[in-house]
């Protein structure tokens, strides 16, 4: 547990560092893809350890092409598993799923949860599937499926849709860059915590970072149809504000003109 605290301190002060320095504004777009980000590359780089403690290392007795062989047959197994996360995510946003709308938001959401569930269920049942390889291997490769169907998708979305036109392209960039430095805390983190706490230790660390995640997500992304009233009610104030400036000139034109009228009269019954 102590691990666990240490690093959401570590993760927290990163984020104080983006706040104070003003490298970023912490927009809900910002925070979730910077946690998505540090359980996403984190596990890049954790990837063979998990292959490692499914299928056994090398004995060092192969050549190093053989090596390479065994790495590439157990990326390609991974990947299989991840790849059809996309295509997923493509068919099924923006699509009515019972009385479900199938927004960005609930895409992500549906990402992270079942993230933190797999992530979890790996680091609490680590000893067993080791015993088990091929279900460990099937329940790694679920966690970026549903990575890739959720934030890995969504979190190129949402910045467009959170954003105002003006901003839109600027924020988008940022919303990146935090992005990569939680793919920095994880990718220089995950390593060290495996070594010193263990494998297990690491997935319930996964899964807490995809909670936290799902929980920003929920709490501060707010609804598409809610942020599409917001916006109609925006451009009504605006179209409103307009309209009052218009009169405001008609009626000040016309007040000029019927001045300008009644200064002239007494110079036309001088000259009559």
Sequence with gaps: MFVILYFFLVCLYFLHLLQCFAVVRLSPSNRTWFLFDIVFYGNTIFQPIVVEAAFGGSDGTGNGITLIRKTAIDSLILTSIALPGYAMAGYMMG???????????????QGFLAMAL????????????????SMLVFLYGLTFFFANYGPNTTTFILPSLLFDEEH????????????????????????PAADRYGDPTVMLI??????????????????QQQQQQEEIEDDDEHDARQQRHYDSDQLFNNTTTVTT????????????
């Design 261 to 272: 009228t009644l200064t002239a009269l007494p110079q036309v019954s001088e000259v009559v």
């Design 206 to 223: 996964c899964a807490g970072v995809a909670l936290v995640a799902y929980l920003l997500t929920y709490l501060t992304i707010p609804q």
């Design 118 to 133: 797999l992530y979890g269920t790996i680091g609490m049942n680590w000893t067993y599937l080791q015993q088990k390889p």
């Design 95 to 109: 699509k009515q799923t019972g009385c479900i709308l199938q927004t960005p938001r609930y895409v992500m959401l």
């Design 168 to 191: 839109r392209t600027t924020w988008n960039g940022v919303s990146a860059a935090a992005g990569k430095v939680g793919a920095l805390v994880g990718a220089t983190l995950f390593g």
